[in-house]
């Protein structure tokens, strides 16, 4: 009774996807996978993994061929209804005819809350992302890592149980993703919400979580789940912790193990 | 002082072609005697030109600036009529896809007719001296351009801005509001830039099957008839300059209204 009850519960999830002409693709078989209440998850793999997949099924962008899945205690659908999760994409997705402040108010605007709630929780979620001062700006006018950072606040706007990252700093240079990492963290400490972390670069998948889920390619499948022990608050120094190093050494051997045990 | 410098600068190439043009044709018309029936020369078009100018601006009636003002109404008629229904059809049938899908063939098709063709139908239907005959057939030559453009900026949108509506449970109204209308615009504007001087083309022409006297394109062909060439190149010129101004009040108002768009490929 007293457990903590897992915000995502994928039990048994089958994904194929039926191609014209060629044969069905499976994009996933027989995923497990319980994420609890304010935890960190990563999902690390090669390209066709199905990663990518697992977080828009987790989404109900897609719908799972068979098997359960459970956000929040309800069918995705209901989650999605009930905006139980923000999400972010490798593309910030901005929208160019709003300024930042607007973009970031615009999930508010769909759930019918009120101008002045609105503009104060933006400019809140803008402060949280350190552009304050940039409500009034276009997206275009913004570098990639500052158009990145208002996505987030977009995405955590409507302070949802659940924030769901398909590669987000995937387009960022190492510099700037690094920054994002730190930033990131810190969000995550100050919002408390859970976050599920599509990525394909160890060394971040490591940084941020405090769990790794390995996934291989053909067909998409969990191959190992790696609780991350690095102490927090981390910074740049966890970087350069041994731990640190034994832990991107561990999860490059089990990618690498996954990935001769399909060949 | 300076911005004015760095726009003469950048202007400069385009007025000195512009220039060399004019003197080139002035000084080639003298030189080889070109008869006046076949090519004017500009000082004689441009004085034609000022002459009616002086006319209008003393009050006087000039029959070129009542004649260009006949068919910019034409022109303008015929460009809100059907811009204005090519968007309203385009969102109806963006709407359902089905219907947007099945009709694309048919606008694509009615796209590559010579609609100026149906001019003198227009005349019949409407009556010669009516202006409702020229608006029709501009109506009908911008109508598919702007539907189709309208169309494709409704429906050619980044499937991770849709994933991301689909997130926050959008509604389909919600959808079309706050993502494809905004979408469209920068193509509304495109098809906008053509039919602008699409229109004026069209207006002239279909005034060219007849229409009251007082129009470019009765002017044009009469004057050209009755060996008056002078007057009939200071027609073309007034007509040229309207097409080019509605063009430029249209890119004015996209770079006013729209700024994302103009930065990518509308």
């Given at each position: 009774?007293?457990?903590?009850?897992?915000?995502?519960?994928?039990?048994?999830?089958?994904?194929?996807?039926?191609?014209?002409?060629?044969?069905?693709?499976?994009?996933?078989?027989?995923?497990?996978?319980?994420?609890?209440?304010?935890?960190?998850?990563s999902l690390i793999g090669p390209s066709g993994c199905g990663k990518s997949t697992l977080l828009r099924l987790i989404a109900d962008l897609l719908q799972p061929t068979s098997g359960e899945m459970v956000i929040n205690g309800k069918t995705p659908v209901q989650a999605r209804l009930d905006r139980d999760y923000g999400m972010v994409f490798q593309a910030a997705t901005l929208y160019d005819w709003r300024n930042v402040g607007k973009n970031v108010q615009l999930p508010l605007e769909i759930m019918g809350i009120d101008k002045a709630e609105r503009e104060k929780r933006a400019a809140e979620m803008l402060e949280l992302v350190e552009l304050g001062k940039f409500a009034k700006h276009y997206p275009w006018q913004l570098s990639g890592g500052m158009q990145q950072r208002v996505a987030i606040a977009r995405a955590l706007a409507f302070q949802p149980a659940l924030l769901l990252m398909d590669e987000p700093f995937g387009a960022l240079d190492e510099f700037t993703r690094e920054r994002?990492?730190?930033?990131?963290?810190?969000?995550?400490?100050?919002?408390?919400?859970?976050?599920?972390?599509?990525?394909?670069?160890?060394?971040?998948?490591?940084?941020?979580?405090?769990?790794?889920?390995?996934?291989?390619?053909?067909?998409?499948?969990?191959?190992?789940?790696?609780?991350?022990?690095?102490?927090?608050?981390?910074n740049f120094e966890t970087r350069e912790l041994p731990r640190y190093f034994e832990l991107v050494t561990h999860v490059r051997e089990l990618l690498r193990d996954a990935h001769t045990f399909d060949e | 002082?300076?911005?004015?410098?760095?726009?003469?600068?950048?202007?400069?190439?385009?007025?000195?072609?512009?220039?060399?043009?004019?003197?080139?044709?002035?000084?080639?018309?003298?030189?080889?005697?070109?008869?006046q029936f076949i090519l004017p020369k500009p000082t004689q078009i441009a004085g034609r030109f000022f002459e009616e100018v002086n006319l209008f601006v003393t009050g006087q009636g000039s029959i070129?600036?009542?004649?260009?003002?006949?068919?910019?109404?034409?022109?303008?008629?015929?460009?809100?009529?059907?811009?204005?229904?090519?968007?309203?059809?385009?969102?109806?049938?963006?709407?359902?896809?089905?219907l947007s899908e099945a009709m694309m063939p048919f606008a694509i098709a009615a796209n590559s007719v010579p609609i100026i063709a149906f001019a003198p139908i227009m005349n019949n239907w409407f009556g010669l001296?009516?202006?409702?005959?020229?608006?029709?057939?501009?109506?009908?030559?911008?109508?598919?351009?702007?539907?189709?453009?309208?169309?494709?900026?409704?429906?050619?949108?980044?499937?991770?801005?849709?994933?991301?509506?689909?997130?926050?449970?959008?509604?389909?109204?919600?959808?079309?509001?706050?993502?494809?209308?905004?979408?469209?615009?920068?193509?509304?504007?495109?098809?906008?830039?053509?039919?602008?001087?699409?229109?004026?083309?069209?207006?002239?022409?279909?005034?060219?099957?007849?229409?009251?006297?007082?129009?470019?394109?009765?002017?044009?062909?009469?004057?050209?008839?009755?060996?008056?060439?002078?007057?009939?190149?200071?027609?073309?010129?007034?007509?040229?300059?309207?097409?080019?101004?509605?063009?430029?009040?249209?890119?004015?108002?996209?770079?006013?209204?729209?700024?994302?768009?103009?930065r990518e490929a509308g």
């Open positions: 009774m007293t457990e903590i009850p897992a915000v995502i519960r994928a039990e048994g999830v089958n994904k194929v996807f039926t191609v014209k002409n060629a044969d069905p693709v499976i994009a996933l078989k027989d995923i497990h996978l319980d994420v609890k209440r304010g935890e960190f998850v994002m990492n730190l930033e990131l963290l810190r969000i995550w400490h100050a919002t408390q919400t859970t976050v599920v972390f599509v990525t394909h670069s160890i060394a971040e998948a490591v940084f941020l979580s405090s769990r790794v889920v390995v996934m291989s390619p053909r067909p998409g499948r969990i191959t190992a789940v790696l609780d991350v022990d690095l102490p927090y608050p981390r | 002082m300076t911005k004015s410098f760095e726009r003469l600068r950048y202007y400069l190439p385009t007025i000195v072609v512009a220039v060399a043009v004019l003197a080139l044709w002035e000084v080639l018309v003298t030189v080889l005697n070109i008869q070129l600036f009542q004649a260009a003002g006949a068919t910019f109404y034409e022109a303008l008629g015929g460009f809100i009529l059907g811009c204005g229904s090519g968007i309203l059809v385009a969102l109806v049938t963006a709407r359902w896809t089905v001296t009516n202006p409702v005959s020229k608006m029709t057939i501009v109506a009908i030559i911008v109508f598919f351009p702007t539907m189709i453009n309208t169309v494709r900026g409704l429906t050619l949108i980044d499937p991770r801005q849709l994933e991301l509506m689909r997130s926050y449970a959008a509604s389909d109204l919600k959808i079309l509001r706050a993502l494809r209308i905004p979408n469209a615009v920068p193509y509304i504007f495109s098809a906008l830039r053509v039919a602008s001087p699409l229109s004026m083309i069209g207006a002239v022409v279909a005034e060219f099957f007849g229409g009251p006297r007082a129009t470019l394109g009765v002017f044009i062909t009469q004057e050209a008839s009755g060996f008056n060439f002078d007057r009939a190149w200071a027609a073309i010129v007034i007509a040229s300059l309207i097409g080019i101004a509605f063009y430029a009040i249209i890119v004015f108002a996209e770079r006013r209204l729209a700024p994302w768009g103009t």
